[in-house]
C-alpha cells in the first residue's frame, strides 16, 4: 500500500500569498493523484484529479503537478475562503489512500 | 440538482447496528462505483467500504471487515451501508461520494453522524 506524506502540516499564511503543498508517495503513483479541500463542517471537495487536471468550477488560482513520487498543489494567491484543510489521495491499488492533510490557516 | 444524501446516523450503544443510506439524484446512478468514507472527529479521512456498479465487487476496510455490508439498489437510486457490532472507534462522520476515472471522487454527501457511546 502506497502511503501519501503531506507536508506540512500546518501553513501559516495571509491572504494574497501564494500557497505551496507537498504530497509525497512512499512509491510510484504514475498521475493517478486527486486533491481535496475540505472546511470545517464539510464534505470534501474535489478540486484537482490526475495531478493536473481542475475539477469543474474550480478555480484556475489552484494548480496541481508533479508525478511519480512527488506532487504539489499550488495556490497562486490565497482568497479569504481558501483557509481550509486540503488532502491528497492516490490510487495504487482500488481504492487507493488519502494524506494526513495540511491545514493551510490564516495568519 | 446533482446530488448524494446521506441518512440513517444516529446514537448508538456499543455492539449495536445501524443502517446508513446514501440517496442519488439529478444523475444515472447504476454506472458509478460508490464509496463510504469516514472521518472520525479531529482526524483525516478513512475508506470504510466501496461497491462496483451491478455490485460486481466490494470493498471493505480491514477494521470494518465481517462487521459492514454494503449494498445497492440501482432501482432506489440508492446505496447501503449496514454496520453491525458497533465500536467506540467507529464513531465518526460518514460520507458517501461517488467515483470517478477508477480513484477520485467528485461527487460528495453533506456527510452523517454515528455516535457510538455507552
Known amino acids: 500500500e502506497i502511503v501519501l506524506t503531506q507536508s506540512p502540516a500546518t501553513l501559516s499564511l495571509s491572504p494574497g500569498e501564494r500557497a505551496t503543498l507537498s504530497c509525497r508517495a512512499s512509491?510510484?503513483?504514475?498521475?493517478?493523484l486527486a486533491w481535496y479541500q475540505q472546511k470545517p463542517g464539510q464534505a470534501p471537495r474535489l478540486l484537482i484529479f490526475?495531478?493536473?487536471n481542475r475539477a469543474t468550477d474550480i478555480p484556475a488560482r489552484f494548480s496541481g503537478s508533479g508525478s511519480g513520487t512527488d506532487f504539489t498543489l499550488t495556490i497562486s494567491s490565497l482568497e479569504p475562503e481558501d483557509f481550509a484543510v486540503y488532502y491528497c489521495?492516490?490510487?495504487?491499488?482500488?481504492?487507493?489512500?488519502f494524506g494526513q492533510g495540511t491545514k493551510v490557516e490564516i495568519k | 440538482e446533482v446530488q448524494l444524501v446521506e441518512s440513517g446516523g444516529g446514537l448508538v450503544q456499543p455492539g449495536g447496528s445501524l443502517r446508513l443510506s446514501c440517496a442519488a439524484s439529478?444523475?444515472?446512478?447504476?454506472?458509478?462505483?460508490m464509496f463510504w468514507v469516514r472521518q472520525a472527529p479531529g482526524r483525516g479521512l478513512e475508506f470504510v467500504s466501496g461497491?462496483?456498479?451491478?455490485?460486481?465487487?466490494?470493498y471493505y476496510a480491514d477494521s470494518v471487515k465481517g462487521r459492514f455490508t454494503i449494498s445497492r439498489d440501482d432501482s432506489r437510486n440508492t446505496f447501503y451501508l449496514q454496520m453491525d457490532s458497533l465500536r467506540v472507534e467507529d464513531m465518526a462522520v460518514y460520507y458517501c461520494?461517488?467515483?470517478?476515472?477508477?480513484?477520485?471522487?467528485?461527487?460528495w454527501g453533506q456527510g452523517t453522524l454515528v455516535t457510538v457511546s455507552a
Open positions: 461520494a461517488r467515483e470517478r476515472g477508477g480513484y477520485y471522487f467528485d461527487l
Open positions: 439529478g444523475f444515472t446512478f447504476s454506472p458509478y462505483t
Open positions: 461497491i462496483l456498479s451491478n455490485g460486481r465487487a466490494t
Open positions: 512509491q510510484s503513483a504514475s498521475s493517478s
Open positions: 490526475g495531478a493536473s
Open positions: 489521495q492516490q490510487r495504487s491499488s482500488w481504492p487507493g489512500t
